[in-house]
């Protein structure tokens, strides 16, 4: 990502078993148990994501932009066993009785753990197509948010169809730097990339002009933006200056 820090396929697969056996076995945690994270983008949503297609546990990203009530909302109603949580929203989940892990510590238990000597072998745990893997919730403009369980199944399937239509394979590279409460931050294109082998870069959230730095320096093949996004960047005078004839 854009701070400098870097995973390898192997070290996310490292950290998948490693998080697996730190929530399942060292906090209790069970198959169909919620993990809820309010943070920005980051690395660690990566093994998150992992961990969680090995153990069946379910991701719920919450949206860091709400206000405290929203947020105690969507957390009584999605009821997390764990709840992670970047230092700069702690202001937002005050007085909260979840069991909670900082994200600096689970930073740091990622940096110490990614290149594991031995790998952890984790219990099978069967975990059918229909299961959810993610929560996510709908921007409320009606009413209360709702949570929409996405599945295993249609991960699986979004990331073939993207994949086939936008042609994703080991050669794709990525500026990614959609929310990670939005369906589109990850299927359009984490999890397809992670599912073909491509390059990505994490950008903690989006900023017209290190995007389009980003974009330029890591040689980027495709790029999700909406038209909003798109405009900021084509504003700038940097634009008009950006070579995209790698």
């Not at 943070?39 to 379910?58: D, H, R, V, W």
């Not at 510590?105 to 990614?114: G, M, P, Q, V, Y």
């Not at 394979?169 to 491509?198: A, D, I, K, Y």
């Amino acid at each position: 990502n854009e701070t400098g820090r870097t995973l390898t396929f192997a070290q996310i697969n490292n950290l998948g078993n490693y998080l697996g056996q730190l929530f399942c076995q060292d906090y209790g945690l069970k198959q169909g148990d919620r993990v809820a994270i309010l943070a920005e983008n980051c690395l660690e949503y990566l093994a998150l994501f992992t961990m969680a297609q090995k153990t069946g546990l379910i991701l719920v990203p919450l949206n860091y932009r709400l206000a405290t009530a929203e947020i105690d909302y969507l957390v009584d109603n999605c009821q997390p066993d764990l709840l992670i949580v970047e230092e700069k929203y702690l202001d937002k989940i005050t007085g909260r009785k979840e069991k909670q892990l900082p994200l600096a510590k689970l930073t740091a238990l990622c940096n110490s753990h990614k290149n594991h000597a031995t790998p952890i072998k984790l219990p099978t745990v069967k975990i059918a197509e229909d299961d959810p893997i993610f929560i996510l919730y709908t921007s409320g403009t009606t009413g209360f948010p709702k949570g929409v369980c996405y599945s295993h199944k249609m991960l699986f399937w979004n990331s073939i169809n993207t994949a086939m239509s936008l042609i994703i394979n080991t050669e794709s590279r990525t500026v990614n730097c959609m929310p990670p409460f939005h369906t589109g931050g990850w299927n359009v294109l984490t999890t397809p990339f992670l599912h073909h082998g491509g390059y990505t870069c994490f950008l903690k959230k989006f900023d017209p002009e290190a995007t389009l730095r980003l974009i330029e320096k890591e040689k980027t093949t495709i790029f999700m933006g909406v038209p909003t996004m798109l405009k900021m960047m084509a504003a700038l005078p940097a634009f008009q200056q950006a070579n995209f004839s790698y």
